[in-house]
């Protein structure tokens, strides 16, 4: 009966839409964004027992997660087989025992696409912010964006620092990283080697992707998502009466400021 009571505790932490949830997303999330900062911050920093300490510090705490999440899964398997449980194990490996510098550290950043596309905290925010609801698909394909940026600057620093004279420092890459995506390529920092030109190459592919769509969304007719009760629709206009698809009668939320 204890552990049962825990792990229902726990559920409500992690899945539920009352007060005590919501603030303990909110708190993931900010734990999150300081992660990232220390990532962009531990950069400049010379590597000691201090930038380790607090490595491992974070690791124990990114293991603690997620072997909470496991516990209180439905389907443990395939939360730990997923994309983000098997970039959680990578991080919390490297955090830990760390071989090769700060290992896959540049995987914390894709916490935040975790968290920030977890369905509780998508309906948390929609709940909690008018504006994010009204804008959610711009917001989201600007977060990905942003996201992928971040991401890609931290790899291109962990792979080419020490042996590339032009990355000496988290700017540096991220400077490389916004060059390549816009295509503009000034060419005054270049990535060396075989695995430089592929990571240019892909941050190139990918990263105008997403700039692209993040354009089209902003362009296109606005939309917000609001799943029709009897058909399924998920996206509607934002003045929408009646769904596109079946032609139920919708009460989309409104405040009355557009």
Request: charge should be positive; aromatic fraction near 10%.
């Given at each position: 009966?204890?552990?049962?009571?825990?792990?229902?505790?726990?559920?409500?932490?992690?899945?539920?839409?009352?007060?005590?949830?919501?603030?303990?997303?909110?708190?993931?999330?900010?734990?999150?964004?300081?992660?990232?900062v220390w990532l962009v911050a531990s950069?400049?920093?010379?590597?000691?027992?201090?930038?380790?300490?607090?490595?491992?510090?974070?690791?124990?705490?990114?293991?603690?997660?997620?072997?909470?999440?496991?516990?209180?899964?439905?389907?443990?398997?395939?939360?730990?087989?997923?994309?983000?449980?098997?970039?959680?194990?990578?991080?919390?490996?490297?955090?830990?025992?760390?071989?090769?510098?700060?290992?896959?550290?540049?995987?914390?950043?894709?916490?935040?696409?975790?968290?920030?596309?977890?369905?509780?905290?998508?309906?948390?925010?929609?709940?909690?912010?008018?504006?994010f609801r009204r804008n959610e698909t711009?917001?989201?394909?600007?977060?990905?964006?942003?996201?992928?940026?971040?991401?890609?600057?931290?790899?291109?620093?962990?792979?080419?620092?020490?042996?590339?004279?032009?990355?000496?420092?988290?700017?540096?890459?991220?400077?490389?990283?916004?060059?390549?995506?816009?295509?503009?390529?000034?060419?005054?920092?270049?990535?060396?080697?075989?695995?430089?030109?592929?990571?240019?190459?892909?941050?190139?592919?990918?990263?105008?992707?997403?700039?692209?769509?993040?354009?089209?969304?902003?362009?296109?007719?606005?939309?917000?998502?609001?799943?029709?009760?009897?058909?399924?629709?998920?996206?509607?206009?934002?003045?929408?009466?009646?769904?596109?698809?079946?032609?139920?009668?919708?009460?989309?939320?409104?405040?009355?400021?557009?």
């Amino acid at each position: 009966m204890p552990e049962t009571s825990l792990r229902s505790r726990l559920r409500i932490l992690y899945e539920s839409h009352d007060p005590v949830g919501d603030r303990f997303r909110y708190a993931l999330l900010a734990f999150d964004l300081a992660i990232v900062v220390w990532l962009v911050a531990s950069s400049f920093l010379p590597r000691g027992l201090h930038t380790t300490t607090i490595d491992i510090s974070i690791g124990v705490i990114f293991l603690a997660d997620l072997m909470v999440r496991l516990w209180i899964a439905r389907r443990p398997s395939r939360e730990i087989f997923s994309l983000w449980g098997l970039a959680d194990l990578l991080v919390i490996f490297s955090l830990l025992f760390p071989i090769w510098g700060e290992g896959l550290a540049f995987l914390r950043v894709l916490r935040l696409y975790r968290v920030f596309h977890s369905p509780q905290t998508l309906t948390q925010l929609r709940d909690d912010l008018p504006g994010f609801r009204r804008n959610e698909t711009a917001l989201r394909a600007g977060l990905n964006l942003l996201i992928f940026l971040f991401a890609m600057t931290a790899l291109v620093y962990q792979t080419q620092s020490g042996i590339n004279e032009r990355i000496g420092n988290y700017v540096d890459a991220l400077y490389f990283t916004v060059s390549t995506l816009s295509t503009t390529g000034y060419g005054d920092v270049t990535l060396v080697g075989t695995s430089g030109k592929l990571l240019s190459v892909v941050t190139m592919i990918i990263g105008i992707s997403l700039f692209l769509r993040l354009v089209q969304v902003i362009f296109r007719p606005r939309k917000v998502q609001f799943r029709c009760p009897t058909c399924g629709l998920g996206r509607h206009d934002a003045d929408a009466v009646h769904c596109k698809a079946c032609g139920t009668v919708l009460a989309i939320p409104d405040e009355g400021l557009d």
